[in-house]
């Protein structure tokens, strides 16, 4: 099992910055690859960015492409989102998702609780 944590959320006004951090708790955090997905109402949840599990291989939606950073501490257990520019259309509950294999769609096996991001124009 793994637990996973998201913190970091807020209000913030377009063009700001908000950094998400996911901590994890539980079986060895370096084994899992991590994804950042995100949930506005009345849609899917869609994919973010994702880490391999050593953190040398990152994959980004084209949506955030060169907006957003993800990257990972495994002696920290954490892994971040870094979001510069943001959008009124990034607004959105944010989750952080673990699993062995590193997916681009929500395979993952494990989620967290999510975090609130609201972008006002």
């Known amino acids: 099992q793994v637990q996973l944590v998201e913190s970091g959320g807020g209000l913030v006004q377009a063009g700001g910055s908000l950094r998400l951090s996911c901590a994890a708790s539980?079986?060895?955090?370096?084994?899992?690859?991590m994804g950042w997905f995100r949930q506005a109402p009345g849609n899917e949840r869609e994919f973010v960015a994702a880490?391999?599990?050593?953190?040398?291989?990152?994959y980004y939606a084209d949506s955030v492409k060169g907006r957003f950073t993800i990257s990972r501490d495994n002696a920290k257990n954490t892994v971040y989102l870094q979001m510069n520019s943001l959008k009124p259309e990034d607004t959105a509950a944010y989750y952080c998702?673990?699993?062995?294999?590193?997916?681009?769609?929500?395979?993952?096996?494990?989620w967290g609780q999510g975090t609130q991001v609201t972008v006002s124009s």
């Open positions: 998702a673990a699993d062995p294999i590193l997916y681009n769609s929500p395979s993952y096996d494990y």
């Open positions: 539980g079986r060895t955090f370096s084994r899992y690859a």
């Open positions: 880490i391999s599990r050593s953190g040398g291989n990152t």
